[in-house]
């Protein structure tokens, strides 16, 4: 399996991060995509390939043209208006203010576009999400050329980000952009498989009310764990999109025996939906040792994840999502790949 991957992820470093009662160094750090890297080549699963360089054409399929256009000029506007440090949101349009007027000053749009102050910008941000968009497409290319799957080593990933807003270390959502690009070029239906340990609430937003893309989801419950607002079992997806939203919450502690029960109903799920391509969002935060996150996955469960998914005999395309233990993130990465090279 091919790899796409681009060094200009690391310029999106060194940013401060909002946690319950503190500001600290951001775990989503430049290391994550290395240590996945190193382990792509030492464990030799294929090529490492650059991205082609696209427009911002297929972002604008499934995000706000708006929205999109304001993330280029958020480092260039903090600068401008004298601010030093992280760019970072602290005020939010929430149930009884104005979500229809964006203000003028900068500090006030990362508020409006965005639900979090999880996305936040330094001088490489803006780089390195464009450089983690060309990643995705780039490595789509591939399985629509005919490879049986590719991988997107993208960074910074991508599922929080909805049509209109950032959030959770996401800007542009890198497999809800490939999944639209996929259908843009022929297919007919397209399964998104996003096994982060956090809700996908971006993807699921985009395509709730679309039959054209299934999303299944799994993840911790919504009740206790981030994002909160989005990820309950009861989202079913909404008008032509009924039934084509599946959300698998599941209770702090979730071993690998419970947490393949909702992997394998999902597999059977996506089997009857019959797609044209399966889009792996590919989070390792399922792991016992992750530092954000609470669910019992040991290394060698990673490659079962990629055999199952080997079985349902689909194009498959990979996009990197979140993983913060990066002592192991390029273990159990790319032991989801690995596993499903083994089929
Ligand atoms: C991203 B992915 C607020 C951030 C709180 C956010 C976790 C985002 C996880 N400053 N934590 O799904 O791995
Ligand atoms: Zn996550």
């Given at each position: 399996m091919k790899t796409v991957?681009?060094?200009?992820?690391?310029?999106?470093?060194?940013?401060?991060?909002?946690?319950?009662?503190?500001?600290?160094?951001?775990?989503?750090?430049?290391?994550?995509?290395?240590?996945?890297?190193?382990?792509?080549?030492?464990?030799?699963?294929?090529?490492?390939?650059?991205?082609?360089?696209?427009?911002l054409t297929a972002a604008?399929?499934?995000?706000?043209?708006?929205?999109?256009?304001?993330?280029?000029?958020?480092?260039?506007?903090?600068?401008?208006?004298?601010?030093?440090?992280?760019?970072?949101?602290?005020?939010?349009?929430?149930?009884?203010?104005?979500?229809?007027?964006?203000?003028?000053?900068?500090?006030?749009?990362?508020?409006?576009?965005?639900?979090?102050?999880?996305?936040?910008?330094?001088d490489g941000t803006w780089t390195a999400i464009k450089s983690s968009y060309d990643v995705a497409l780039t490595a789509a290319a591939l399985v629509k050329g005919g490879e049986r799957s590719a991988?997107?080593?993208?960074?910074?990933?991508?599922?929080?980000?909805?049509?209109?807003?950032?959030?959770?270390?996401?800007?542009?959502?890198?497999?809800?952009?490939?999944?639209?690009w996929f259908l843009d070029q022929g297919a007919k239906r397209?399964?998104?498989?996003?096994?982060?340990?956090?809700?996908?609430?971006?993807?699921?937003?985009?395509?709730?009310?679309?039959?054209?893309?299934?999303?299944?989801?799994l993840h911790g419950d919504p009740m206790v764990e981030y994002p909160f607002f989005l990820g309950h079992a009861d989202e079913r997806g909404a008008s032509a999109g009924e039934g084509f939203n599946v959300n698998y919450p599941m209770p702090f502690g979730t071993n690998w025996d419970a947490w393949?029960?909702?992997?394998?109903?999902?597999?059977?799920?996506?089997a009857a939906y019959a797609p044209d391509i399966v889009i792996v969002s590919l989070g390792v935060d399922t792991f016992e040792k992750d530092p954000i996150s609470q669910f019992k996955l040991k290394s060698p469960d990673y490659p079962k994840i990629g055999h199952r998914i080997a079985k349902l005999g689909l194009p498959t395309l990979f996009v990197m999502e979140?993983?913060?233990?990066?002592?192991?993130?390029?273990?159990?990465?790319?032991?989801?790949?690995?596993g499903f090279e083994d089929k």
């Open positions: 991957y681009s060094p200009l992820h690391a310029g999106h470093a060194g940013q401060m991060e909002l946690v319950t009662s503190a500001i600290v160094p951001g775990f989503e750090k430049p290391s994550r995509a290395e240590f996945i890297k190193a382990r792509v080549e030492s464990e030799k699963l294929g090529p490492i390939i650059g991205p082609v360089e696209h427009d604008k399929r499934i995000h706000k043209a708006d929205y999109i256009d304001f993330l280029p000029t958020v480092w260039p506007a903090w600068k401008a208006a004298g601010f030093e440090g992280t760019a970072m949101a602290f005020t939010w349009p929430t149930r009884g203010l104005r979500g229809d007027v964006p203000p003028k000053r900068v500090d006030a749009l990362l508020g409006y576009y965005s639900f979090d102050a999880g996305a936040t910008f330094v991988f997107a080593l993208c960074r910074p990933p991508g599922h929080h980000a909805g049509a209109g807003f950032m959030g959770g270390y996401c800007y542009i959502n890198n497999a809800a952009v490939a999944a639209q397209v399964s998104i498989l996003d096994v982060d340990y956090h809700h996908g609430n971006g993807t699921q937003e985009i395509f709730y009310e679309r039959a054209d893309v299934q999303v299944l989801n393949n029960a909702s992997l394998e109903d999902a597999c059977v799920k996506l979140g993983g913060y233990a990066v002592e192991e993130i390029g273990i159990n990465a790319v032991g989801v790949l690995t």
